[in-house]
């Protein structure tokens, strides 16, 4: 036998393992959730209203001086009374009927939060379907630009290993999970 012959590649491809769950993302043990918040910062319903409500006030107090966020764009805090230690705030689009760059502006949300999570050593982290509940995103393109640049941008993240897709409802997980399988499975 000649030498090297049993030389086993060691070449190890790193891909962050997608999933899609049923529940609240408030409830969520992962590095970072991701919260749908509005420009302000400042609290709002939805889903931004349970995370402020779990996380106590500090997060608000946090939020209050990082001066509001403008749309696409992400921001850090630490998440207080959550099983999360962070959270990542990022202001998604408002459905203006499709042609005032919701698409880019959505796809923009899932990339700067990541980007941020891999700065900041997070390496789970958990999305609520930004920009479908009172934003009026149709959920069905939202789940594909989700997943879509999901993928995209965690192929040159390597810190990123795990990242959760929540869905509050079971309309809402049917739409992620078929998503999920169409990018990729
Ligand atoms: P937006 O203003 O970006 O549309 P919303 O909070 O109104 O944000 O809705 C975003 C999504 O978050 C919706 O699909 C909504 O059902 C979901 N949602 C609301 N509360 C929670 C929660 N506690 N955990 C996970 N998802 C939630």
Redesign the pocket.
């Known amino acids: 036998m000649s030498e090297g012959a049993s030389t086993v590649p060691r070449v190890q491809s790193i891909m962050a393992e997608l999933s899609v769950i049923q529940?609240?993302?408030?409830k969520l043990n992962v590095d970072a959730i991701v919260n749908?918040a509005?420009s302000t910062l400042l609290g709002?319903?939805?889903?931004?209203g349970?995370i402020h409500a779990a996380a106590g006030p500090d997060l608000l107090a946090e939020c209050r001086k990082l001066d509001g966020c403008p749309t696409g764009e992400a921001r850090l805090t630490r998440g207080y009374r959550l099983p999360a230690k962070h959270v990542i705030h990022t202001v998604?689009p408002i459905w203006r009927g499709g042609d005032a760059k919701e698409a880019q502006l959505l796809a923009n949300c899932y990339r700067n939060t990541l980007e941020l999570a891999a700065q900041n050593d997070i390496h789970s982290i958990a999305f609520?379907?930004?920009?479908?509940?009172?934003?009026?995103?149709p959920?069905e393109a939202a789940a594909e630009i989700a997943l879509r640049t999901t993928r995209e941008t965690t192929a040159g993240l390597p810190k990123i290993q795990s990242v959760v897709f929540?869905?509050?409802?079971a309309q809402?997980y049917t739409i992620l999970e078929a998503a999920l399988d169409r990018t990729g499975g």
């Open positions: 529940g609240d993302i408030t749908a509005n709002g319903g939805g889903v931004d349970a998604g609520p379907a930004i920009s479908t509940g009172v934003y009026g995103y959920p929540v869905a509050f409802q809402a």
